[in-house]
């Protein structure tokens, strides 16, 4: 067994309380984290360091080109391959793309890729096409790919099932087990009225979700205006 803790956080380009935010990421210590809404303007590159440092991690991918997406990992993470995509451009719309990275942890190779997608859905879905034409090039044959970030999209969605192409929602997958009748709705938008779960992770079946949480604290409440999702795969 490989474990591998994926942390998933749109960091509202740190406009929020940092010093919360640092302690929020320091708590969770994931060996890998997918940022959204990460620095994108002006001193970017040293904004995004300084963001990782702070957080314990270093920067492995991503910034400006991807569409402000980060991957940041630990030192405990080895690189194998990066990939910086941008999407096609729509006109009057943000710029999109997406941080992907081949990883290896304890010999054991993976991938991730991080996305903040856009509010319609139209884009979105073009973009998870082109996210999955790059993919099958970028990633090599029987390594397992995990995929998420901010959806912009609710569960049930076009953008959602298309997504589940790349594998099963993780979330979904923990808690299905879980007894509880109410269950955990997973909220994650806003951090201090969660009504919305638009932030999740959808793995290769290779990549088997244990655990998953969306994390809730004082700190988590001025952060950013996202709630992160931490999930922990077995990438055995």
């Not at 963001?51 to 569409?67: E, F, I, M, Y």
């Amino acid at each position: 067994m490989t474990l591998v803790k994926l942390l998933s956080y749109n960091v509202r380009s740190l406009r929020d309380d940092t010093a919360a935010l640092a302690r929020v990421m320091r708590q969770v210590a994931p060996d890998v984290a997918i940022i959204q809404e990460a620095p994108r303007f002006l001193r970017w590159r040293s904004q995004c360091a300084a963001l990782a440092r702070r957080a314990g991690l270093v920067v492995v991918t991503g910034g400006r080109a991807t569409g402000a997406n980060l991957v940041l990992s630990s030192l405990a993470v080895d690189v194998v391959a990066t990939h910086e995509i941008g999407f096609s451009r729509d006109q009057n719309l943000h710029h999109r793309g997406v941080a992907l990275a081949v990883l290896r942890l304890s010999g054991t190779e993976f991938a991730v890729a991080g996305t903040h997608l856009d509010l319609i859905e139209s884009p979105r879905l073009r973009h998870l096409d082109e996210l999955a034409e790059h993919a099958a090039t970028a990633v090599p044959a029987g390594v397992p790919l995990i995929v998420g970030g901010d959806l912009n999209a609710l569960p049930g969605s076009a953008t959602w099932r298309r997504l589940e192409r790349f594998g099963p929602d993780a979330f979904a997958t923990v808690t299905a087990a879980v007894t509880d009748p109410a269950g955990d709705p997973g909220y994650t938008y806003s951090s201090t009225d969660p009504v919305r779960r638009i932030d999740a992770l959808f793995a290769d079946p290779r990549a088997v979700p244990v655990s998953a949480e969306v994390l809730s604290s004082d700190d988590v409440r001025i952060a950013s205006d996202h709630r992160p999702l931490v999930v922990e795969f077995d990438i055995g």
